[in-house]
């Protein structure tokens, strides 16, 4: 694997990861969603091979305030995970000295204690994720057993959103395949496919949303009885999708293309319906950690339900009382997400010259919003013309509003940075903020919404006329 990475990223690995052996009582700090959870969950599986000592905690920022919660850990080697570099002013700022950071946001600046793919030319928004970049420091140092849950954490990261992983998350990938712990092909990519009944499936399909079809079971049954597809098996079980024939799979997606096509969907999301999927063939047939996809939705399920540590124990192991819980937790975040779609689609959002947005206030909860946000697209609540702000009342900081942005491949292509826009902003108002080209994320007082609004929306026309120069996105 390493003989395909960049030399000098690879000798940086091994230069940090031969740091990080030489202490010994550690506190593993990191993001709570579906890429923090896996990001801490391989660091945590690292230091416990290496005999080391090791609590761990997911939170949903870092900033300077929940920085007092790290600081309450005191005499503990801290490794912050799927965050850091953004922040390293405010670590330092706080007084922590012994500390590492494994990261792929791009850093405020280099740090001999931290480990970033941007220095060396690779992309954080699509070659690698924090959870790669874990996995990249536990395979330096001979842990190489959790490959298969840096793909989870690349998945739950959106980096395979253009149909599959790229660069050094491909190189992973095959590592996971020749370690026996995962398997990919192009297939449809609909939720589900594992631990759905494939009326469900369908059913309850968002991203995208199947007109006529999502919603409507009766519908979705007659659209699969008309394709000569059973909906039950012959023990009288709901089939799934992955029960179905290579034949059927293909007589369902075809159909589907032409339903998506008759009906005026946009290109970019009919395109995104199919590409690869990733198994985990160690996991339980039709469970919902069989499919990366689904794995990294429990983990975002257990992360914004306020249950991380669920989704860190699932990844290193569990499939007892853990797993069980974060069932439940994943079939309540569900319903959050249902609920939180109906709310959207019946209020609609404002529009801007360069943005959308919408302002939940407390009707949907902070913890979601960027992924309502970012469902906007798929469900046709909004046109792919432009990137959608969302804004949710904080439960933690009342005098602060959680902002989360998303926009797609098309708007990236065309020159949009989000994380940029945002961190640009906060900076001038007050506010922390940040992220990758496709999905970022803020908080800002609540006096200065429409500050924000008005200034990000100028932003995002100067970085679609400066775009002279094709994003490093791969299409």
């Known amino acids: 694997m390493s003989e395909n990475i960049n030399p000098e990223f690879w000798s940086a690995v091994k230069e940090f990861s031969k740091k990080l052996s030489m202490e ?7 993001h709570h969603d579906a890429d923090g959870i896996s990001s801490c969950a391989i660091t945590v599986g690292l230091l416990r091979y290496l005999g080391k000592k090791v609590e761990y905690m997911c939170i949903k920022q870092l900033d300077s305030i929940t920085i007092g919660k790290v600081r309450e850990k005191d005499g503990k080697c801290v490794v912050f995970t799927d965050f850091g570099s953004g922040q390293l002013p405010i670590i330092e700022a706080n007084g922590l000295k012994d500390f590492f950071i494994i990261d792929h946001h791009p850093p405020e600046r280099e740090h001999d204690r931290q480990i970033n793919p941007h220095p060396f030319g690779y992309d954080g928004g699509l070659d690698i994720s924090g959870a790669g970049m874990a996995y ?23 980096q395979d959103s253009d149909g599959k992983l790229h660069s050094i998350n491909r190189i992973i990938l095959e590592d996971g395949v020749r370690h026996g712990v995962i398997k990919f092909k192009n297939d449809l990519r609909l939720f589900g496919r594992q631990s759905r009944p494939l009326v469900h499936m369908l059913t ?24 000569g597809i059973e909906l039950k098996n012959n023990d009288k079980s709901w089939k799934t999708y992955v029960d179905l024939t290579w034949e059927e799979r293909k007589k369902i997606t075809s159909a589907l293309y032409m339903h998506l096509l008759d009906s005026n969907t946009p290109e970019f999301i009919i ?5 690869e999927v990733y198994s985990l063939v160690k996991e339980e047939k039709k469970s919902e950690l069989r499919d990366a996809k689904e794995f990294a939705t429990v983990l975002n399920a257990c992360g914004r339900q306020e249950h991380p540590h669920l989704g860190v124990e699932v990844c290193l192991g569990d499939r007892g009382e853990f797993w069980t819980h974060a069932r439940s937790i994943l079939e309540r975040h569900r319903k959050m997400l249902r609920d939180g779609i109906d709310y959207l689609g019946s ?10 947005y919408f302002d939940a206030g407390g009707r949907i909860n902070e913890s979601i919003i960027g992924v309502i946000a970012g469902m906007a697209y798929g469900a046709r609540i909004i046109p792919p013309d432009k990137p959608v702000l969302a804004f949710a009342k904080d439960k933690d900081y009342p005098n602060l509003t959680k902002v989360s942005a998303r926009a797609n491949w098309s708007l990236v ?7 940029k826009a945002l961190k640009e902003e906060c900076k001038k108002i007050g506010g922390e903020g940040g992220g990758h080209d496709i999905a ?36």
């Open 24 to 30: 010994d009582d550690f506190l593993v700090v990191s």
């Open 136 to 158: 990249l420091v536990a395979k330096s140092l001979g842990f190489e057993s959790m490959a298969h849950i840096a793909v989870v954490g690349a998945v739950g990261d959106m």
């Open 204 to 227: 309850y399909s968002s991203e995208p949303v199947l007109p006529g079809l999502t919603g409507n079971p009766a519908g979705v049954s007659q659209f699969l009885e008309s394709l």
């Open 271 to 275: 395109q995104g319906m199919v590409g």
């Open 347 to 356: 209020n609609g959002v404002e529009s801007m010259d360069n943005l959308y």
């Open 413 to 419: 292509r065309r020159g949009i940075h989000l994380g």
């Open 440 to 475: 970022a994320g803020a908080r800002i007082p609540k006096e200065k919404r429409d500050e924000f609004l008005n200034a990000v929306n100028a932003l995002f026309g100067e970085q679609l006329k400066g775009a002279t120069q094709p994003s490093s996105r791969k299409s």
